[in-house]
């Protein structure tokens, strides 16, 4: 049974930074495509940045250079570097995992089949 569970939310002040963290149990899959999204009231879900087995990232326009991905292969753990944060980044952030690997639509919700409860950020101006 795969879990993934999110950690290291909070309340920052505008152009602090946060550091979410994602616990993957019972994922086994050799390639495999791993995301954070988040959602923000009253809107849909979006993607902002993925990582593939291979190493390969892919952001949002609206955090590059701003957020970081990276992975913990030897603890299971995906992070999310967020940097110079802004008040426009408040939302339920959420790590989501794939099932086949492909990867083919890394920032698309509909890649992803396991998903986290998620983390609020906030960021006050």
């Known amino acids: 049974q795969v879990q993934l569970v999110e950690s290291g939310g909070g309340s920052v002040q505008a152009g602090g930074s946060l550091r979410l963290s994602c616990a993957a149990s019972g994922y086994t899959y050799r390639s495999y495509c791993m995301g954070w999204f988040r959602q923000a009231p009253g809107k849909e879900r979006e993607g902002v940045a993925a990582?593939?087995?291979?190493?390969?990232?892919s952001y949002a326009d609206s955090v590059k250079g701003r957020f970081t991905i990276s992975q913990d292969n030897a603890k299971n753990t995906l992070y999310l570097q967020m940097n110079s944060l802004k008040p426009e980044d408040t939302a339920m952030y959420y790590c989501a995992a794939d099932s086949d690997g492909s990867c083919f639509s890394p920032l698309g919700r509909y890649e992803y089949k396991y998903w986290g409860q998620g983390t609020q950020v906030t960021v006050s101006s």
């Open positions: 990582i593939d087995s291979g190493g390969s990232t």
